[in-house]
């Protein structure tokens, strides 16, 4: 099965957030991911609409993860970001095979089993624990410009 673009933005962007803890810029978050600046705004803000993260304005803003949010399942953030719509459309245009067509109703099996398999799993599994062999924590993230303009 596949997940969209967006759906797994938001996997990405809640485990590292997850891992690395505290408040982060949208700005810091799509340079470590590598994913246009946009794009994790559009995220961030339906994240934030499903109550996983909490965003804050301002000079001192930033993207924080709600601390119930690693109770939440992959498949919960996949169907919320992805939808539950089919993995084919027979109605438009409508297709000539649908009165005898098995495919649909397998396809949709499948995407049922795939859906209850991320349900199996919380975002807490995803997060390495700091300090551990290939921890999400310790990527690097930008270093913010300093405020009175002096180089590093």
Same mark, same amino acid.
């Given at each position: 099965m596949?997940?969209?673009?967006?759906?797994?933005?938001?996997?990405?962007?809640?485990?590292?957030?997850?891992?690395?803890?505290?408040?982060?810029t949208v700005g810091e978050l799509a340079t470590v991911l590598n994913v246009p600046v946009g794009h994790v705004a559009k995220v961030v803000q339906r994240l934030s609409r499903l109550g996983l993260l909490e965003t804050t304005r301002g000079r001192s803003g930033g993207v924080r993860l709600v601390p119930d949010a690693l109770r939440t399942t992959v498949g919960q953030v996949v169907r919320a970001i992805?939808?539950?719509?089919? #993995? %084919?459309?027979? $109605?438009?245009?409508?297709?000539?095979l649908r009165p005898d067509c098995r495919l649909r109703g397998a396809l949709r099996r499948a995407q049922e089993a795939f859906l209850a398999s991320l349900?199996? #799993? %919380?975002?807490? $599994?995803?997060?390495?624990?700091?300090?551990?062999?290939?921890?999400?924590?310790?990527l690097p993230f930008p270093r913010a410009p300093d405020p009175t303009g002096a180089a590093p």
């Open positions: 596949h997940i969209n673009r967006a759906a797994d933005i938001a996997l990405r962007l809640l485990m590292l957030v997850a891992a690395r803890g505290g408040q982060h992805d939808g539950t719509g089919e #993995v %084919v459309n027979c $109605d438009a245009p409508p297709c000539p349900d199996a #799993v %919380v975002l807490d $599994d995803l997060v390495a624990p700091a300090g551990r062999t290939g921890s999400l924590a310790v």
